[in-house]
């Protein structure tokens, strides 16, 4: 079981470009959620999506920032006309459950956004 | 609004000096409070989750408990690879997503 798979580790983007961050979960598990972690700064909430599905994106800042979660393949998290402060670490967590199963929410490595 | 802080910030302590991490929570409803460790460049490593006031787990050196307002994890006899920020988050209401802690960065010496 190779654990939640986030690509890539490292992203650099001009201000003003796209990124395009993945997460592909644990095998089996069905929900998917998204947190940032500025510097000096805690774990913050963005969405949570299952399926074809956004069912929660309280986090999520209202311009510029999007989730998907296909049918088939990764979950995608889209930042347009990115600005220097998205910059940070962005991690993806999966779960089989809404509860987060007896071994808790998984999160991947991350992917660290340096907007230059 | 759910909130979590943690203290203290950072701890050192020398291998073997054994101490605890303070997780102080307020909740709507709590379904669950989780424990993880988290080395740095990496993801949140999870560690416990605890479920209601009382409630205690174990795991080698860690051991977390769970009272109606605040959530400790005790170390015992640390050993320099127990060196991490150490998270704590809660889940409540009807939520799914975890409302974390800014952690406490803890550095055990040799």
């Known amino acids: 079981n190779a654990g939640v798979m986030q690509n890539p580790r490292h992203l650099v983007r001009r201000r003003g470009q796209e990124a395009r961050l993945r997460c592909s979960p644990m095998?089996?598990?069905?929900?998917v959620y998204w947190y940032r972690q500025l510097p000096e700064e805690g774990l913050k909430f963005m969405v949570y999506?299952?399926?074809?599905?956004?069912?929660?994106e309280s986090g999520m800042p209202k311009e510029r920032f999007s989730a998907e979660f296909p049918k088939e393949g990764p979950s995608i998290l889209r930042i347009q006309q990115v600005v220097r402060g998205d910059s940070a670490a962005y991690f993806c967590?999966?779960?089989?459950?809404?509860?987060?199963?007896?071994?808790?929410?998984?999160f991947g490595s991350g992917t660290r956004l340096t907007v230059v | 609004e759910d909130q979590v802080t943690q203290s203290p910030e950072a701890l050192r302590l020398q291998e073997g000096e054994s101490s605890s991490l303070n997780c102080s929570y307020t909740?709507?409803?709590?379904?669950?409070l989780f424990w993880y460790r988290q080395d740095p460049g990496k993801g949140p490593e999870f560690l416990f989750t605890?479920?209601?006031a009382g409630e205690e787990k174990e795991k080698e050196r860690l051991k977390a408990t769970l009272t109606k307002k605040e959530s400790f994890l005790h170390i015992t006899a640390p050993k320099p690879e127990d060196s991490a920020t150490y998270l704590c988050?809660?889940?409540?209401?009807?939520?799914?997503?975890?409302?974390f802690g800014q952690g406490t960065r803890l550095t055990i010496n040799p």
């Open positions: 095998k089996g598990h069905s929900h």
């Open positions: 909740v709507s409803g709590l379904r669950g």
């Open positions: 605890l479920y209601s």
């Open positions: 967590a999966s779960s089989p459950t809404t509860q987060g199963g007896k071994d808790g929410y998984t």
């Open positions: 988050a809660v889940q409540g209401g009807g939520a799914q997503k975890l409302v």
């Open positions: 999506l299952q399926k074809e599905n956004i069912i929660d």
